[in-house]
């Protein structure tokens, strides 16, 4: 099975494209973090968003998308810019015929490590025992969409 696993988020969007063969183990494919820039307006980036990832769902044809839900935080101006993100990347999952799953922070720290209240350090170590990583991930963005990606693997299994 293939997924593509979404870090969502306006100036930073980490990607990732986990492959797992019946009884093996998780790979990564492709990764990224893809950036937008500050000067561009909102719908131009939202647009940017939008685009490429469609062109990375058709390049690389995944079975599912998966995303992080929304972690309401105390500054609502960027969870209301980071919702609008989300909701165009949903969009291009659906538009390609994708099951959506979603996940909150506290389920992919349960997933990855055994612990909810597990630190960064923690998952990111757990995330490079438990899949097979060719290159250096350099982006926390990129590296949660990685994580986010096997919480979907263990959430389907089970």
Known sequence: MRIIAIDPGLERVGI???DK???????????????????LTLSE???????HLNEIILEYKPEALAIESLFFTTNQKTAMVVSQARGV?????????LP???????????????YGKATKTQVDSMV?????????IKS????????????CFACIRS
Request: hydrophobic share 40%.
């Open 16 to 18: 990732a494209i986990l």
């Open 21 to 39: 063969e019946r009884g093996g183990k998780e790979t990564l494919v492709f990764s990224e973090c893809f950036k937008t820039k500050s000067s």
């Open 45 to 51: 980036r939202l647009n940017l968003i939008g685009v």
């Open 89 to 97: 990347i949903i969009y291009e999952g659906a538009k390609n015929n």
């Open 100 to 114: 959506i799953y979603e996940y909150t922070p506290l389920q992919i720290k349960v997933a990855v490590t055994g």
């Open 128 to 136: 490079q025992k438990l899949i097979i990583i060719s290159k250096k």
């Open 140 to 151: 926390d963005d990129e590296m949660d969409a990685v994580a986010i990606g096997l919480t």
